[in-house]
């Protein structure tokens, strides 16, 4: 006949508890002789006075009031007065491969206008003459407003819908003044 074990609450038996006490008499606790490691500092985080001059610098020249441009066609196109006639029809044949994409897809107007200020401004800086800003089609808010706020911009030469392969209806391609 087997021997019967009680078992503890905690599921352990009366026998392998005592076994473990056995086993560990005379030890002792190891002293803590470990520094703990010490949080390195994070950099230092931008003043925020710097990044709202500098967004500010960016957002000057859009005007949600201005409605300079209205689209009779679902093809949208424009060109800076005194510039090359040819370039819009060369955008919307893709002649011009865009550098970069901006997507304002799920975007709120303002959060829009922030970002394509940020593009203009970066592709100044990267010295990027064609973009491509994809603003979908959707309730078309932002449709009638990226190309009101494309032409008030002045390194903006001129912009076309996009060819299909970019986004067609949904996204324009734009082309940049560089300076040198």
């Not at 002789?33 to 710097?50: C, F, N």
């Not at 209205?70 to 550098?99: N, T």
Request: glycine content about 8%.
């Amino acid at each position: 006949m087997q021997k019967k074990v009680s078992v503890t609450s905690t599921g352990i038996s009366t026998e392998d508890s005592q076994l473990f006490r056995e086993s560990i008499t005379g030890a002792r606790p190891i002293a803590q002789d470990k520094i703990p490691p010490s949080a390195t500092p994070r950099k230092q985080k931008r003043r925020a006075d710097v990044l709202s001059k500098t967004l500010d610098e960016n957002l000057f020249w859009f005007s949600d009031e201005f409605e300079g441009y209205i689209a009779d066609s679902a093809s949208l196109s424009w060109l800076r007065q005194g510039d090359d006639p040819h370039l819009p029809g060369r955008l919307r044949r893709g002649e011009f491969q865009p550098q970069v994409v901006l997507d304002l897809h799920g975007m709120t107007t303002r959060e829009a206008k922030t970002e394509l200020a940020g593009l203009l401004a970066y592709c100044a800086k990267q010295h990027i003459n064609c973009a491509c800003v994809v603003h979908g089609k959707g309730l078309g808010i932002l449709a009638r407003k990226v190309p009101n706020w494309l032409i008030q911009h002045p390194s903006v030469r001129a912009f076309h819908t996009a060819p299909k392969s970019w986004g067609k209806h949904g996204a324009l391609l734009l082309l940049l003044q560089v300076d040198d």
